[in-house]
């Protein structure tokens, strides 16, 4: 099992940027392929960008592509979201979630352990 904690969120205007991190308990994070999933208010919660075990493989969601990286430090375990060129519509509660699958997986349904969300709000 794994604890998973979120910070580095908060309020930023529209263009600026922000980075997540999400720590993690334990000492088998390398076994874990990671993802950031957001929720909007009266949405959905969609995958934003995954990132495989040791780091070499990394996928994201359209709407995030090329202004968002995932990365990871697996001697530290953390996973971290930086973003930039925010846009209003990237408000959303922020979850980091950790999948025992070999795969990135886009749907929240692979990911067993989630953490508690960190609040991101971009002003226009």
């Known amino acids: 099992q794994v604890q998973l904690v979120e910070s580095g969120g908060g309020l930023v205007q529209a263009g600026g940027s922000l980075r997540l991190s999400c720590a993690a308990s334990g000492r088998t994070f390398n076994s874990y392929v990671m993802g950031w999933f957001r929720q909007a208010p009266g949405k959905e919660r969609e995958f934003v960008a995954g990132?495989?075990?040791?780091?070499?493989?990394?996928s994201y969601a359209s709407v995030v592509q090329g202004r968002f990286t995932i990365s990871r430090d697996n001697a530290k375990s953390t996973v971290f979201l930086q973003m930039n060129s925010l846009k209003p519509e990237d408000t959303a509660v922020y979850y980091c979630?950790?999948?025992?699958?070999?795969?990135?997986?886009?749907?929240?349904?692979?990911?067993?352990?989630w953490g508690q969300g960190t609040q991101v709000t971009v002003s226009s």
């Open positions: 979630a950790a999948s025992w699958g070999g795969a990135i997986l886009l749907g929240q349904q692979g990911y067993a352990y």
């Open positions: 990132i495989s075990r040791n780091g070499g493989r990394t």
